[in-house]
Each structure stands twice: as C-alpha cells, then as structure tokens.
C-alpha cells in the first residue's frame, strides 16, 4: 500500500541474497541478545547492534539496548564526548531509516536522541527532513507522502528550535505546490490553521482565512480531479466554515416554557387528558433533567448550571456525563430532579453564566442560558402495566392538539444562541455556485451534498426555505451507492444522517411520523420504522420521545440512543445488529420497559468478544456463590444487569441466542421481567 509492491516474485538471484541475509541476521540476533541480556556495552557489542538495526530497524528490543548502552556510556563518559556519542546516534537511526522511512523504533529513537539536550545537531534536523521529503524516487516518494512518523517528528523539531508556525505553513505549500497528493502536508496544513486561527494571529481571521484555502484547495482539485487528499482537505475546510469560532449550543428536556406531568407508577394506564409529550412516568419521584451540546463539552456540575426553584432538595445536583462516566466529557449530561411538593412548581435552569463548561474544541457558553418549565404531579391509581407492548397495531394518528403541543415544543426546543452565521452562509453558498458548474463525478456529488447539508445547518428553524435541500441531497447519496460500491456503507450512513435531519427539520415532517399508541394512555411513539436507516443521528431534537419504533431498517447498533433518557419503549427488530456489544448504548437508558431485538443477527462468531474481559463476571443474587456468568453470554450480561426496569423482552429471530439456556439467564440478570418472546415468566 502507498506504493509498496506486496507479493512480487523474487528472481533467483534475489531469492538467494535474501537467504543470506536472513542467515545473517539470525546470527546477528543470536549475538546481540547474548549481550543484552549480559548487559554488555562495549564498542564491539554496541557496532552489533547497529548491523543488526541497518539490516533490521523493526528489532525494537535494540533500540532500547541502544538506549541502556548510551545511558552507561554517558554516566562514564568525559563531557566533551557526549555530543559525539549522542551524534553517533543520530547515525544509526539515519542508516536505519534509509532500510525503513516508516520504523516506528527510528523515529521514536531519534525523538529520544534529541530529547536528551545535549544534541547540537538541531539545525541540521530540518535539513534533513526537507532532503526526505523531496526524495525522487516514486516508491519512497509515496512512504513521504504519508508518513505521519516522519510529519510529527518534524512537529518535535520545529517545536525545539521555535519555528513560527507562519514559516511550517509555508512549508506545507511548497511541499503541496510541488505535489498535490501530499496528504501528511495537506494535514499539517489543517493542524497549523486551526493553531492560527485560535490565537488570532494577524491575517488569519476565520473569514479570511477560510475563503483563501478554499481558493487554494480548488487549484489542487480542479487540477487533479481523482486525486484524494484536496478532497479530504476541502472536506475538512467545509466542517470548518460551520464549526469554526461559533458559540455551543444546546437543546434541552424539559424545554423552555413547558408543563411537565409527574405521575406514578399507574400512569400508563390511567385516562386522564394532557399532552402525552410532557408526561413522564416516574417510581422514584424524580426525572431526569437533560443538557445536549452539540459538541462534548467537560465542567457541568451544579456551579456552572444553577436551578432555581422551591425543590430545596435540588440544590446540589449531580451531573453525570452520557454514555461515559469516566471521562468526564459528553455532549449528554443529566441529572435527577427530585420532586417532592403537590403544589405546581415553576424551575428555572440557567448555564453558561461562567466559562467553565468547554468542549473539546476550545468553545464555550459565552452567552447565558436559560429556560423555565412547570412541574405538576399527577396521583395514578392502579398497577403498573402488565400487558405486552404490541408495535403492530393500536396506533393512531395524532389530533390537532398533539400537534399543537408538537408545534410549541419543537419551537421552544432549541436553546437559541446568536452564531453569527451571515458570511459562512455566504462562503458556503459560493461554494456551492462553483460545485453546480462542474461535470458530475463521484467527488463532485459527496462534496455537493456536504455543501447543500452544511447550508442547512446555516439555515434557521424559522426561515421559509429550511428543508428545501433534502430531497436532492438524498438523491445524491443514492447516486454515490449506484456509483461507487466500495463505499456503499459510508453513503447508506449519510443517506440516513440526511433523512433524520429532514425527519426533524419541521412539525410538519416529524408529525408524519407520530402516533398515540392508545393500549399505554395514547403515549406518543415515535414510528421511524422501514426508512432503510442505518444510522442513529438528530437526537437532539427527539429528546422528549418515550416510545420509539426503529424496527426493519438496517441499524447495526443502537449507537446515540443513549441520549433519549425518557425512552420506555423500544422496538429494534429487523434490523442488522450482529452482537449484544452493539446494543451497549442502552445500558444507559434506566427508563426502559420493553425492548425489542428480534430477527437481527446476534449469535455466532459475532456473540461475543471474549478478548474484551480481563476478569470473570457473576450473577447478580445468585445463590451459587460465584458462578460465573458463560462467556458466550457476557455482552448480553454486560447489557441486560443495568436495565433493571425491563418487563418485556423480545429476542426471537436470533436462534443461537434462544432456548431454555438463555431464559433461565436472562431471568437472572433481570429479575422485574415479565414477558419473554410473548410468553410470561412464572412469578
């Protein structure tokens, strides 16, 4: 790859130098690991092991003999020597390289060589990075053009001898201008703008700098049409002209200006009249309060998001980031507001007073934040539900009031922020202007369809033309499957990235979508069943949902479903799952009553990934005191124990995972079950 021939058939005559060097370097390995392992570091065992690395620069164990010896040497060694030993280094690894100019153990030795700070060899380093990457045969000029070892040593070098970053800039477009399928300088290129635009240095403000790259970039593609790397770089461009500098922003659960109803256990089965979208059932007495940035985001904690309201209880939440607790970063977070008052009581969320909550990007909430909702409690009367959940019939269309109430929540949704979006709308739109003027190629339709959904984004909810973009954007990614059938996944995913944004653009496009199903007090469901999705995307907008029909799509995971904390009910059939370890996202929906995973694909070889448990793992209450849990079962376990209120599970369909074996262990690890595959458990 990138150059290098695989499998040629050597000639004779190298047949045989092959097999004396092979000969030659067992007997070199022999030696040297004698004196490794015998701590031996004189001149002679030293030269040894620099044979041994010309002819072999992968041997890692002798990169760190060469580190042991170096160190000896140095301890012992008069101090005007030290550079000549240090430099005899640099040799070594030079040689080497010139066998490999991808050795991860050369690189990383080199790094090490002038980590030391006693090298005065740095000004010749850039020297001979620039002889690398300039060399002309065809083969090595390949290893150049994608060598990310030898583009972040020279990131190491030119931080040691305090290069400006306007100087590695130019360098990446001299290398760029003498070839345009230099992808390494085309990715410097992004790390070094980025760096630019952060501090603000002169001359490289984002509306400045972004409409001279995109002329830039298109001399290169243009010029070399099937050329990938000014793709990828104008792809990277786009992604910048929507992202770059803006404020986060955030949607919300409850939304601004809401009623929530707070009911018991009963609740769906009761028949009292309110808006099914802002009724939540709850055992406990809380629910869960929702943060989505639309980028991962650290320091939401109650300093940073304050509420405000009789709920003395609530004065200390604790905010815990989805799906990962431990790393503290997440475009989810939730806490659990606890309710314990009769009366109606108003809450006021506010964030974004200090600057502490940050994404990874280096943006903040510059503006405050604030939304205020209503929470009522609302006394049920009997049991919890008992019946099975049915997806195939007992819904209805929604009346006009639920689309009312749709109306307003949708509206309301969206913390709104001032993004200052008026020249990236048109950079973008120039852009697309330029893209429509040329012959139609498979670049040409991903980058159109990148562009027309990034103007989408630049689009507010409350202009007239929003959502007008969709249609050909979707015949698009239909055109690239036709066309391109080595990436057919990638366009299936983008296809669906592209739907769901249109899904939930407007009332009028999601309400399509909505139904009351009547046998649970006419819960709204969310029905996005049989769209051909293959991806999960634009939950922000979905976060009120509590009843969600996903069922004969081609979803191989429930990936992003973590986000939709109020889901109760769940219906994944007929999709393409292949294994529990795909449906791990909804370990973290502790609200969820019934799930469906029938008629997908888990079993087999794709059961488990035994090669993922370091320890054994046991049944919960189990009166075997430490039975462990069958390794075949261990994603399903990894799954199933934190869904601790699921009453009915189906999972028919996947025949190597059915049977009596597998009820008795599903029973086990979730003992509120009920019904299973439509049977139900004796008590």
Same mark, same amino acid.
Request: aromatic share 10%; net charge negative; with cysteine.
């Given at each position: ?322 799906? &990962? ?130 103007? &989408? ?82 939950? &922000? ?119 009596? &074996? ?22």
């Amino acid at each position: 790859m990138h150059g290098r021939k695989r499998n040629a058939a050597l000639k004779p005559e190298e047949e045989a130098a092959s097999a004396s060097e092979a000969l030659e370097l067992r007997s070199l390995q022999s030696q040297f690991m004698s004196n490794h392992h015998q701590k031996i570091y004189t001149k002679e065992a030293i030269q040894l092991s620099a044979k041994l690395l010309e002819i072999n620069p992968e041997a890692y164990t002798a990169w760190n003999y060469r580190k042991l010896a170096v160190e000896y040497n140095l301890d012992s060694a008069d101090p005007s020597l030290v550079n000549s030993i240090l430099h005899k280094e640099l040799e070594v690894v030079e040689n080497a390289l010139k066998r490999n100019l991808k050795s991860y153990g050369a690189w990383y030795h080199r790094k090490w060589v002038l980590s030391k700070g006693h090298c005065s060899s740095l000004d010749k380093e850039l020297q001979l990075l620039n002889k690398y990457q300039k060399l002309d045969d065809d083969i090595k000029k390949n290893l150049v053009l994608r060598n990310f070892h030898l583009w972040n040593y020279r990131r190491f070098v030119v931080e040691l001898t305090k290069t400006s970053e306007q100087d590695e800039l130019q360098h990446t477009t001299d290398m760029i201008n003498d070839n345009f399928s230099n992808y390494s300088a085309w990715h410097n290129r992004s790390v070094l703008l980025s760096s630019l635009i952060a501090k603000k240095a002169d001359g490289f403000t984002p509306k400045e700098t972004i409409r001279r790259e995109f002329d830039y970039v298109h001399n290169a593609i243009f010029t070399e049409e099937d050329d990938q790397s000014g793709w990828f770089y104008y792809l990277w461009l786009i992604d910048q002209t929507v992202k770059m500098e803006t404020s986060l922003r955030a949607s919300s659960w409850p939304s601004d200006g809401s009623t929530i109803i707070l009911s018991g256990p009963g609740c769906f089965n009761g028949s009292y009249s309110s808006s099914k979208f802002t009724t939540y059932c709850s055992e406990s007495g809380s629910f869960p309060l929702i943060l989505y940035f639309d980028q991962a985001v650290s320091g939401v904690s109650s300093s940073t998001v304050t509420i405000d309201s009789e709920l003395k209880s609530n004065e200390d939440l604790v905010w815990e980031p989805v799906p &990962e607790k431990n790393s503290q970063v997440s475009c989810v977070w939730v806490a659990r507001l606890k309710f314990d008052s009769t009366e109606p009581v108003k809450v006021k969320v506010s964030l974004g007073k200090s600057r502490e909550i940050v994404s990874s990007t280096g943006c903040n909430l510059s503006t405050p934040y604030e939304f205020v909702f209503t929470v009522h409690i609302y006394d049920t009367v009997g049991e919890s539900q008992e019946g099975t959940v049915s997806w195939t019939d007992g819904f209805d269309y929604l009346d006009a009031q639920s689309s009312k109430d749709l109306n307003s929540l949708m509206a309301l949704n969206q913390l709104k922020a001032d993004t200052g979006f008026e020249w990236r709308k048109q950079a973008i739109k120039i852009e697309i202007e330029q893209f429509r003027k040329l012959p139609d190629s498979k670049f040409g339709k991903l980058i159109l369809a990148k562009l027309l959904m990034a103007e &989408e984004t630049t689009i507010s909810d409350d202009d007239a033309v929003k959502g007008v973009h969709y249609k050909e954007i979707l015949q698009l990614y239909n055109d690239l499957m036709a066309l391109d059938s080595w990436h057919d996944q990638y366009y299936k995913d983008e296809y669906s990235v592209a739907l769901l944004h249109k899904v939930t653009s407007s009332t009028e496009f999601l309400s399509r979508h909505l139904f009351r199903y009547r046998n649970m007090n006419n819960i709204v469901c969310l029905r996005l069943n049989n769209l051909t999705l293959s991806r999960i995307a634009s939950v &922000e907008k979905l976060l009120f949902v509590q009843m969600l029909d996903l069922s004969h799509n081609k979803l191989h995971s429930a990936e992003g479903l973590e986000a939709l904390q109020l889901l109760c009910c769940l219906n994944l059939s007929n999709n393409r799952i292949k294994s529990f370890s795909a449906l791990h996202s909804l370990r973290h929906l502790k609200q969820l009553r019934v799930l469906d995973v029938s008629h997908n694909h888990i079993g087999g070889k794709n059961l488990v990934d035994t090669t993922r448990y370091l320890c054994s793992l046991s049944f919960p209450n189990s009166g075997e005191i430490g039975r462990e849990v069958p390794s075949k079962y261990r994603d399903a376990y990894l799954v199933l124990r934190d869904l601790m209120k699921l009453k009915q599970l189906d999972i028919r369909g996947n025949d190597l995972i059915s049977g009596e &074996e597998f009820s008795s262990f599903v029973s086990q690890v979730v003992p509120t079950l009920v019904w299973l595959d439509g049977h139900k458990l004796a008590s």
